[in-house]
Nanobody, 115 residues
Framework: QVQLMESGGGLVQPGDSLRLSCAAS????????MAWYRQAPGKERELVAT???????NYENSVKGRFTISRPKAKNTVYLQMNSLKPEDTAVYYC?????????WGQGTQVTVSS
């Protein structure tokens, strides 16, 4: 069993920062890929950022230069540092982990950007 525990969401104003965390526990070691997705009301879930086991990163265009994904060495944890937040970043953010032939999802954490 693998469990993902997310934290760090909240209500912030435009221009503020937040850091999301996701810790994987259970029968998992050095996941292949760790990622963050988000889903805004009435929209499909979209990929925000990914990071491989070799720290190769990839970002959705609208968050490039504002968001940073990272994973500490030898830890099953992934972070998403979000700076210069905009109202359009409002969504439920989900952690995703790919390990061997399986894929796991967190329960989601709400991020609301509003003045």
């Amino acid at each position: 069993q693998v469990q993902l525990m997310e934290s760090g969401g909240g209500l912030v104003q435009p221009g503020d920062s937040l850091r999301l965390s996701c810790a994987a526990s259970g029968s998992i070691f050095s996941p292949n890929v760790m990622a963050w997705y988000r889903q805004a009301p009435g929209k499909e879930r979209e990929l925000v950022a990914t990071i491989s086991s070799t720290n190769y990163t990839n970002y959705e265009n609208s968050v490039k230069g504002r968001f940073t994904i990272s994973r500490p060495k030898a830890k099953n944890t992934v972070y998403l540092q979000m700076n210069s937040l905009k109202p359009e970043d409002t969504a439920v953010y989900y952690c995703n982990v790919q390990f061997r032939a399986s894929e796991f999802w967190g329960q989601g954490t709400q991020v609301t950007v509003s003045s």
